[in-house]
């Protein structure tokens, strides 16, 4: 087995790979898969903090808690205002 003499950097979670656009997409289709009104649901949820406005129906709910509340608010505002300013 051969060693390399390079040091390695190990991130537990990279942030780079969560993807929010793919995360919200999932949630939203399983929110309607279960007859919810997706827009509702999540404002409940973003407004709240409450996990439990998010079905765990496809794992949407462990899905959307990978994302941190006020870092998604902000996505969901600057993407908001792009077109606007």
């Known amino acids: 087995m051969e060693?390399?003499?390079k040091t390695r950097l190990f991130t537990a979670i990279d942030?780079?790979?969560i993807n929010t656009r793919e995360i919200l997409a999932k949630v939203w289709a399983a929110l309607e898969e279960k007859g919810y009104e997706p827009l509702d649901q999540i404002v409940g949820y973003l407004?709240?903090?409450d996990p439990s406005y998010i079905t765990a129906h496809?794992?949407?709910r462990r899905l959307i808690q990978k994302l941190e509340r006020n870092d998604l608010l902000e996505?969901?505002?600057a993407?908001?205002?792009k077109g606007l300013v």
Do not use: H, R
């Open 79 to 81: 993407d908001y205002f």
């Open 75 to 77: 996505e969901i505002v």
């Open 47 to 49: 407004v709240s903090g």
């Open 15 to 17: 942030k780079e790979a």
């Open 58 to 60: 496809d794992d949407a």
């Open 3 to 5: 060693v390399s003499d």
